[in-house]
């Protein structure tokens, strides 16, 4: 058995054995930890992506005791598929509560799920762009912030781009089969423009939007004709960059983003609806493999 999976790749670390009878009462023998101590330290376990499978409760009982999922497999009702479903499948999720003094930020994100975005931010123009990010995306967007606007929306727009990029970073994983690169290629300060994106009914802007799931933050903003508005609604259009390049350094993005003259309320929408669709091509899984010839990401 293990040389058949050898054959397709996959290899085991170890073998764990318990050599005793259970009369014998041992601390390895399952669902006791013992033989799996090691793997119970701090960091070295990724308890939200792993699994004990078995056929019995011991081994259930094995996964609970391990602070982790189990996947029971039964022979009447050979419920292999339904496991292996549970297994490639699952959900790329995060969820991050982020507090300061400023701020007070929950968050969570379902990549693989579009629709019920839920966002309160306090600055209806500041959800109705981040609902546009979850829309074009195709992922489900769930904030709620409280943050200081009585000073200004400075914090709030600031600390949601952090969290924001945490949650996109967490939910990414090892990254393995994703598309990575968005639209166009960007490798940190140079972008090869290949296409724009298509204008719709309410723009008659250009804009670009590059992005490359790296693991290098970095965020290259333009504006060809400068914002005309130093507002739309709430939102001073200065945090536009900003709220890009806070994202970006926090979830390890290089990002370009360019959108050209016209209504600034278009400009704006354009830039959020362009990084969605960008974020909707680089985060589409194609496989299994990294993408990268370094081999990490």
């Not at 546009?132 to 409280?146: C, E, N, P």
């Not at 804009?207 to 400068?226: K, L, Q, W």
């Not at 909707?280 to 081999?295: D, N």
Request: aromatic fraction near 6%.
């Amino acid at each position: 058995m293990l040389n058949i999976f050898a054959s397709e790749g996959i290899k085991f670390e170890e073998v764990l054995i318990c050599p005793h009878h259970p009369h014998e009462n041992c601390e390895c023998r399952k669902p006791k930890t013992k033989l799996v101590t090691k793997y119970l330290t701090s960091g070295i376990l990724d308890k939200e992506n792993s699994y004990v499978i078995g056929d019995r409760a011991t081994d259930m009982e094995l996964a609970t005791n391990m602070g982790i999922s189990g996947l029971q497999y039964n022979p009447q009702s050979n419920n292999w598929l339904n496991i292996v479903d549970t297994l490639i499948n699952k959900h790329r999720t995060a969820h991050i509560v982020r507090n300061t003094k400023e701020t007070k930020i929950d968050l969570s994100v379902d990549l693989d799920a579009a629709g019920g975005s839920e966002i309160s931010t306090g600055c209806g123009f500041f959800d109705h762009m981040l609902d546009q990010i979850a829309t074009h995306a195709g992922i489900t967007l769930k904030v709620k912030v409280d943050g200081d606007l009585h000073v200004d929306e400075h914090h709030t727009i600031e600390d949601t781009g952090i969290a924001l990029g945490e949650a996109f970073k967490k939910a990414l994983g090892d990254k393995r089969g994703i598309a990575r690169f968005g639209f166009v290629l960007a490798m940190d300060e140079v972008m090869s423009k290949i296409e724009a994106i298509p204008n719709d009914n309410i723009m008659n802007n250009d804009v670009t939007c590059a992005m490359d799931i790296s693991g290098r933050p970095y965020c290259e903003f333009s504006c060809d004709a400068n914002f005309l508005r130093a507002n739309v609604g709430e939102m001073a259009v200065e945090m536009v960059p900003h709220f890009f390049r806070s994202l970006a350094f926090a979830m390890g993005l290089t990002l370009h983003l360019n959108v050209t003259d016209g209504n600034t309320h278009h400009q704006v929408e354009a830039l959020f609806k362009g990084f969605g669709r960008a974020l909707r091509t680089a985060i589409h899984k194609e496989g299994f493999e990294l993408p990268s010839s370094k081999g990490v990401l």
